[in-house]
């Protein structure tokens, strides 16, 4: 089966710029993450929805991030403005549900650099 | 208390040996624990899990050890390999709701051949 698939996998943008990424989760998975790892630490959920609905959003910095999920599928992240500190890779994952022990995948991610 | 605590930072080993990564953490109603690898490049892939019913679990040459009344998880690689260096990452979760994985800071396995 297709995996989580991620685009771009690269991003160089000026610090105050905007900048969205695309997610599209593995085919049937009703639960979708963002996560951001930033560089030597490990992921740090942003936000995870079930079908079109936040479920968690609690370390979302909403001043500045945004996500949504039309129609259940895929996902788009924006990023308004970028900081210096939102330099990091920016991992979709999809699971199939929200019940026990339910492996996440995890795409490619985004590589994002403020300069 | 929703933190992970992951050791060491970087581990090198002799191919053929035993690579030995721990974590440790606070909020008791965490009910799964996978382990994950990371390649350069990639993004995390489940290596194995377990839950706090059990003790131990092992798949081929890699094994999780599971102490509940510590709050302590370890995953050890047998006979380790050139192809096993990769940063892994251990994590917890409380599956009741929203499955969310909170996960350690990484370490960086390198087998040397």
């Known amino acids: 089966e297709a995996g989580v698939a991620q685009s771009p996998r690269y991003k160089i943008i000026e610090k105050r710029q905007s900048v969205a990424f695309w997610c599209n989760p593995i085919s049937g998975h009703a639960t979708l993450y963002w996560y951001q790892q930033i560089l030597g630490q490990g992921p740090k959920l942003l936000i995870q929805f079930q079908n079109n609905g936040v479920v968690d959003d609690s370390q979302l910095p909403k001043d500045r991030f945004s996500a949504e999920r039309l129609k259940g599928v895929d996902s788009t992240l924006k990023i308004q403005p970028a900081k210096l500190e939102d330099s990091a890779v920016y991992l979709c994952?999809?699971?199939?549900?929200?019940?026990?022990?339910?492996?996440?995948?995890f795409g490619q991610g985004t590589r994002l650099t403020v300069v | 208390q929703q933190q992970v605590k992951q050791s060491p930072q970087s581990l090198i080993v002799q191919k053929g040996g035993i690579s030995i990564i721990n974590c440790a953490y606070e909020?008791?109603?965490?009910?799964?624990f996978p382990w994950y690898q990371q390649f350069p490049g990639k993004g995390p892939a489940l290596l194995i899990a377990i839950r706090p019913d059990v003790s131990e679990k092992k798949e081929g040459r890699f094994t999780i050890s599971f102490n509940k009344s510590a709050k302590q998880f370890s995953l050890h690689i047998m006979d380790s390999q050139p192809g096993d260096s990769a940063t892994y990452f251990c994590a917890a979760s409380i599956t009741q709701g929203a499955q969310k994985l909170v996960f350690g800071q990484g370490t960086r396995l390198t087998i040397n051949p």
């Open positions: 909020n008791t109603a965490f009910d799964y």
């Open positions: 994952a999809s699971s199939l549900a929200l019940r026990q022990y339910t492996e996440a995948f």
